[in-house]
């Protein structure tokens, strides 16, 4: 088994950082709590997949970011490209591109394994989305296992593991002095040359602490529950503010706009943006023409659930849903996934 | 010609969008210009029916797309065209004036006087001196601007 | 107290007053949430404690229209605390809610705390312990010491330079990523189109960075402006824990300085803003 000493760890991120953008668990917002704030994202700072310019800046006792890593291959806010006039009255474009090579370090697995999802999405059919495929192909995956499923974890219950190494290039085990190594794919194999790693007989790796697994609903029982009152019943607390949709690894709707703004300097430029979209919000499914089939609340909710647990299984073949439990810490009004797994699965069937 | 002020050496002139009511200052801005008063070119007038009209959403997206002041002159208090049209302005301009501030936008960024539509002079008196106060601040900050 | 307000929703829903109870519930993992009793028998799993925060009137809004057309407009019984009452009365001065179709369960508050047990901040400075409107009343009102809300939380800010008020809010605004769960939180934002997620990006685009960002806040702020109850919902559902608080309550505090003492949901008076000058109001501002 291989492995590397902290120390040795270190310096190797450090240089990492002057070679590639290096992205790692950061605490991020202000050091101060809010004094007596109910809301638990201001009791201090919170941690976010964010570039670091060194190993110092990394949050290494973190359980799992706010907003999963996807915010890196599909950004919140990405300009396609933008149009400007040149000094000659030509038209030009400007594509964005990558600047550098990145390397996202102590991704979870289960942030990894809703990459499935998005790569199935976003790469399976032609033309495949040059922009993500750009980010993807740029972008090598040092994960790291965690110790325990933390609270709201589910990954076992939806085909995942704490300690999965299927979707990440080097997988990290932290362990006594250091970290256990596990070279993954032929980029993770070019990625640790850098490395200082040492083989040490009869290593064993630490068994993650586990929840509870629990059954999920079959693909009859989610069919024959679309039409029941029981998404008005969830829906009726859900405020449709969307969180859900925002920190999932696996969500990955957008929307597309053409903006045509002046610079500082005067000049009007055209630029494409793409953000993210979210199926809670209102006018999310509107066509064309104003109708609207999910104009009410439970609708949209009721998407969120089948759009993770049937259509996306059916179409592209892949579990649409990796049991990160961020919806679940994050939801205002504990609307909670996997409440809603297990009042469906235990229904009985005519 | 007007006095230059010391911030005239970067050569920076304000871009100032004013909202002016059709009934009275408006109709003041062109008394003013028949009557050959020199204004400042950096204004954009703004042609609304009454001052009332001018919600906050304008006048943010006014500094947000490459406006460094705005402007908002209305009927004098009991003169709207419209009765209490201006009662609206009156709270609402100061109370966003005391909002931006608060947020880190300069207070002097934004203005809301009476010019009736007999007062050329007072037109460009306030024009004047509003160009003025806001080359005195620079540019609206970076950040604030849309088309980074 | 929590038994009274089981049997009160017990018989307002034996009787059929009600279609339907707002109130709290913990949930299978331990957590506060908001519950909807359409049964008698589910009454049993209402309760009211320290940890329920959640302003419930903001549900009210979508239940004020029929399920199907031709239906009547159900009527629904909810549970307020003296801020939710607040924001409960601007809905009413402002026909969004019709007072025949609310059956309004006041609770005496002990005042809310935190996850740690500490009172809330927002609790520590209102003495307001029972709600100004209700049909019934439920538990004892605690003894609180008189308290004036000095909002020295915004003046902390505003005494601050201008560069550095500038500095404190894009770093924050920098931490949004317009999830709009502040607007969807809040009971009196309730436009069917907000003004910063139209299709046609009239005032702002669907980009994340900080024009748009300060954009949406300012003007959700503004359009707060005399109906602002200071409930707290906003910041409480947060995310990225922005202190709204602070933006919102600038303007409560500007509009009481500015108009009179106004303070929202006290009166069946609607927001100043949109009222005609009396004549007492000193505005002396404009230039």
């Known amino acids: 088994m291989k492995f590397i000493e902290t120390q040795a760890l270190h310096a190797w991120l450090d240089k990492l950082a002057q070679e590639v953008t290096l992205i790692a668990p950061t605490a991020v917002g202000p050091e101060k709590k809010a004094p007596g704030s109910r809301n638990p994202a201001a009791q201090g700072q919170q941690v976010f997949y964010r570039a670091v310019s060194d190993s110092s800046q990394i949050a290494w006792d973190f359980t799992r970011t706010v907003i999963s890593a996807r915010e890196h291959f599909m950004p919140k806010t990405e300009t396609l490209f933008t149009i400007e006039t040149g000094p000659d009255g030509e038209t030009v474009l400007h594509e964005t591109k990558l600047e550098r090579p990145r390397v996202i370090f102590g991704i979870r697995p289960c942030d990894a394994r809703g990459l499935r999802v998005l790569d199935a999405v976003m790469l399976e059919q032609e033309p495949a989305d040059v922009y993500y495929a750009e980010r993807r192909r740029n972008t090598t995956l040092v994960g790291l296992s965690c110790p325990q499923m933390w609270e709201d974890c589910f990954c076992t219950s939806v085909g995942g593991a704490p300690n999965a190494s299927d979707d990440v290039d080097i997988l990290l085990t932290q362990v006594e002095g250091g970290c256990a190594v596990q070279i993954v794919t032929a980029k993770g194999e070019e990625l640790a040359t850098g490395m200082d790693l040492q083989e040490v007989e009869g290593l064993e790796l630490p068994q993650p602490k586990l929840n509870d697994q629990f059954e999920t609903p079959t693909e009859q029982q989610w069919l024959a529950s679309f039409n029941d009152v029981y998404w008005q019943r969830v829906g009726d607390r859900c405020l449709s503010c969307r969180i859900c949709t925002y920190v999932c690894p696996t969500c990955r709707c957008f929307d597309v706009r053409d903006e045509t703004v002046v610079t500082p300097t005067g000049e009007r430029i055209v630029r494409r943006v793409r953000a993210w979209d979210s199926c809670q919000s209102v006018n999310y499914r509107v066509h064309a023409g104003g109708h609207n089939p999910r104009a009410n609340l439970e609708q949209r909710l009721r998407n969120r659930f089948y759009c993770k647990f049937h259509y996306v299984p059916v179409d592209y073949d892949v579990a649409g849903c990796v049991g990160c439990g961020r919806c679940v810490t994050a939801c205002p009004v504990n609307i909670d996934i996997r409440e809603v797994l297990q009042d469906l699965a235990r229904r009985e069937l005519a | 010609m007007s006095e230059r002020t010391s911030n005239q050496v970067d050569g920076f002139e304000p871009k100032i969008v004013a909202f002016l009511c059709n009934w009275c200052s408006y109709a003041g801005a062109d008394a003013a210009g028949i009557s050959r008063l020199e204004l400042p070119p950096n204004i954009l007038p703004v042609r609304v029916m009454c001052s009332g009209r001018v919600s906050i959403e304008m006048v943010l997206k006014a500094l947000m797309a490459g406006a460094d002041g705005v402007l908002v002159l209305g009927c004098h208090i009991g003169d709207c065209h419209y009765g209490s049209g201006n009662h609206r302005t009156v709270k609402r301009i100061p109370l966003l004036r005391r909002l931006m501030t608060y947020m880190g936008i300069e207070p002097d960024r934004l203005r809301l006087d009476w010019v009736s539509g007999a007062e050329a002079g007072r037109f460009a008196k306030i024009t004047t001196e509003f160009v003025e106060a806001v080359r005195a601040l620079g540019p609206l900050s970076l950040p604030l601007r849309e088309g980074l | ?287």
């Open chain 3, 1 to 287: 107290m929590i038994e009274d307000i089981r049997a009160l929703a017990r018989e307002l829903l034996e009787k059929s007053t009600v279609e339907c109870v707002i109130g709290y519930e913990v949930g299978p993992t331990g957590r506060v949430r908001p519950a909807f009793v359409y049964e008698p028998a589910g009454v049993e799993r209402l309760i009211f404690d320290a940890r329920c925060y959640h302003n419930l009137v903001t549900y009210l809004t979508r239940r004020n229209k029929p399920r199907k057309k031709g239906e009547e407009v159900p009527t629904t019984a909810v549970l307020v605390k003296p801020c939710d009452a607040r924001s409960l009365q601007v809905l009413l001065n402002e026909n969004q809610v019709q007072r025949d179709k609310v059956y309004i369960i006041g609770v005496a508050c002990p005042g809310m705390q935190n996850a740690d047990g500490t009172p809330e901040l927002r609790c520590t400075r209102c003495d307001q312990r029972v709600p100004l409107i209700y049909d019934v009343l439920c538990g004892e009102p605690p003894e609180v010491p008189a308290v004036t809300d000095t909002y020295d939380d915004v003046e902390r800010i505003e005494a601050l330079p201008l560069e550095e008020r500038l500095a404190y809010w894009l770093g924050e605004l920098d931490r949004c990523i317009r999830c709009y769960a502040c607007r969807q939180a809040c009971p009196t934002c309730f436009c069917s189109v907000c003004e910063a997620e139209r299709d046609d990006s009239l005032w702002v685009g669907i980009a994340d960075r900080i024009p748009e960002k300060a954009f949406f806040h300012i003007i959700r702020a503004f359009h707060q402006a005399g109906r602002c109850a200071e409930c707290n919902a906003c910041e409480a559902v947060c995310p990225m824990g922005i202190p709204l608080s602070l933006i919102n309550r600038k303007v409560a505090k500007d509009v009481a300085q500015m108009m009179a003492g106004y303070r929202a949901g006290e009166s069946e008076e609607p927001t100043p803003l949109v009222t005609m000058l009396t004549g007492e109001e000193a505005i002396d501002e404009i230039h």
